[in-house]
């Protein structure tokens, strides 16, 4: 018998104690499928805290896209424990969730996990394997490929339906963009860089911005002027590089497209730094993606709950800073920030 996931048990566990409370905005969780893992069936699981009537706000959060990318599933699972246990006395919090919704799959590549590999069973790269075409060129196989299923970064066979992973989380995303008048996403990742990055959309292209850029900068704007001492770089992902058939440039087109506004974020965790205090780490198999050691992990759990606090109270407010006026009103100093070639070039 395969010996089950921790971070699963430790979700399993929080669902079990949170079904015995009787409260309509505690957690509640079910599962969305079981995907074969030798004799087992891995859960994929989505929890829900907060008002279930449609028509308010919502705070989608994903994690454990990548299997080696384990800390993003854990800083999840560490969010939804202190949120159940503050609902329990907290009165900011009872009325915060009162008019939004929090939708959260911690661990959205449970196979991959237990594989500990980047990849979903059938080697897939989850975060290539939407249908989403590059215009530009893009990093040779970071950027995703079809060459072989034995390269990391691969796609999936070109004109096969997306991944049942990919495909779910496509559907759990649209059914809550279509349900609520305003979500913001943040799905949680590792192993990129010395420093901790908020990327945005489009991951296809270093040209094409966005049209709900303004908002991205004011969310920005919002947060770093709240707590001016963090130390995240926010940037669109093309920053660093260009890819193919990325999940959230495909859900930001498609609810986009169905009138729905969706701001998707992604947290890409430093773990470059994690490795470079203790370049031992390299040896274990989890080490470019994991801080590794304990009280290492135990800050980095901590340090991101200033950034989910923050994401869950700008959703419920997102009425004071999301509109069109605002948007526009903000959208020329993002181009500055982001984008100041593209301006360079309008102007010659
Ligand atoms: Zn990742």
Redesign the pocket.
Known sequence: MTERLPELIQLEALIESEAKIKNRISLQASELIRLPFHEQHLPIYECRLGNPAPGLPCLFLVGG??GL?RIGTQVLLSLLTSLCQRLAWDNNLQRTLENMQIVAIPLLNPVGMAMQRRSNARHVDL?RNAPVESQERTAWLVGGHRISPCLPWYRGPAGRPMEAEAQLLVDQVLKQTRQSPFTMALDC???FGLRDRIWFPYAKSTRQPVSRLGSLFRVREMFFQAYPHQNYVFEPQTKHYTCHGDLWDFLYDEAEAQGNPLLPLTLEMGSWLWVRKNPLQLWHPLGLFHPIKKHRVQRTLRKHLVLLDFLINATEAYTNWFSHNQEMADWHQAMLLWYSSNLQDNCS
């Open positions: 896209v990548h990318e975060m990742h590792s192993g």
